[in-house]
């Protein structure tokens, strides 16, 4: 069984989309392991998105996950990582495929309402940053 880190951003909390990413999760049957709103400090957003630090939109990038309360989740599946990808769609809403999260949600490049590991390696890293062992359901 493979795991993934998916957070639902600000933007998804604030515009009241927790129940429409959980919903799609449920109907793609991909379960959840583990999960809790959390609201970060630009420190802890930094950290997590730590290997973007160099781009030029790192300080908007992590004033945005800051902006506001988020949803992260442990989710579990034989190839979640790439399935839950496909749900959520391109970074670019606008290059996303139709009928995914982004396209049919997300409102900028920046503001694309959730987040989803996309290697082994980053999710261990990513759940590693939110959960410990205790938190994640076995
Ligand atoms: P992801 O794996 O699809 O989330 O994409 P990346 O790892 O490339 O980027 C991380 C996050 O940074 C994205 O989900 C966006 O919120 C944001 N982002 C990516 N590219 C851009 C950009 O060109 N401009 C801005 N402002 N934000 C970006």
Do not use: C, W
């Amino acid at each position: 069984m493979e795991k993934t880190l998916s957070i639902i951003k600000p933007d998804g909390v604030g515009r009241g989309l927790i129940g429409e990413v959980l919903k799609r999760l449920e109907e793609n049957s991909i379960k959840i392991s583990a999960m809790k709103m959390l609201h970060l400090t630009k420190k802890q957003a930094e950290g997590f998105y730590a290997v973007h630090r160099e781009r030029p939109f790192f300080n908007s990038l992590t004033d945005f996950m800051t902006s506001g309360p988020i949803v992260v989740m442990v989710l579990e599946g034989e190839n979640v990582i790439t399935d839950y990808r496909e749900l959520m769609g391109a970074t670019n809403f606008e290059e996303a495929a139709e009928g995914t999260i982004r396209k049919e949600f997300a409102t900028s490049i920046e503001q694309n309402v959730v987040h989803g590991s996309d290697a082994p390696e980053t999710a261990e890293f990513e759940i590693g940053y939110f959960f410990n062992s205790f938190e994640i359901i076995n």
